[in-house]
């Protein structure tokens, strides 16, 4: 299959989705020594077709898009860096639900994308493992994400 290329109205709109989502809440990032973890969790719903089809993300609203982005400073200056992201999602009844993220390059920019199983109403702690490429360090992050109706 060859790699099909986005329209930078497309990516741009993907990531207004998840710029919008990360508006809504806290700054949704963890500052390390020597990186930037920044995360965000949207509904699949949010994305459109053509994005979730790009990206081969099912839309459903019994779905979640899980993006994390490792940024490493360089002075002043941050830059997106490749790395790796493991990690798992548990509700308030203790079930555990594993991730598997995968690595998206576009451009000088990498993002570690992952889909969860989510029900209207519920709330998940995320627990994650998070390493630089080139890094021994391994950045623990940890939030809690509810999802709604809509």
């Given amino acids: 299959m060859v790699p099909m290329r986005i329209p930078f109205v497309i990516w ?5 989705v998840l710029l919008l989502a990360a508006g ?3 700054a949704n990032e963890v500052e390390f020594d020597r990186h930037v973890i920044h995360y965000n969790v949207v509904n ?3 994305l459109s077709p053509d994005v979730a089809r790009a990206y081969n993300i099912r839309r459903s609203s019994r ?9 490493k400073r360089e002075g002043d200056a941050m830059e997106s860096v490749p790395g790796s992201v493991s990690g798992h999602a548990v ?3 203790r079930q555990v639900r594993n991730l598997s993220f995968r690595q ?10 992952a889909e ?5 109403g519920e709330v998940l702690d995320f627990n994650l493992r ?4 080139g890094d021994d360090e391994t950045m623990p992050v940890n939030f809690r994400q509810s999802f709604y109706r809509h």
């Fill in 12 to 16: 741009a709109g993907f990531l207004l």
């Fill in 24 to 26: 809504a809440s806290h």
């Fill in 44 to 46: 699949t719903t949010f």
């Fill in 63 to 71: 779905r979640a898009l899980v993006n994390i982005v490792i940024m």
């Fill in 91 to 93: 509700n308030l009844n």
């Fill in 104 to 113: 998206v390059r576009d451009g000088d920019a990498y993002y570690h994308l």
């Fill in 116 to 120: 969860v199983a989510v029900r209207p």
């Fill in 130 to 133: 998070i390493s630089a490429a």
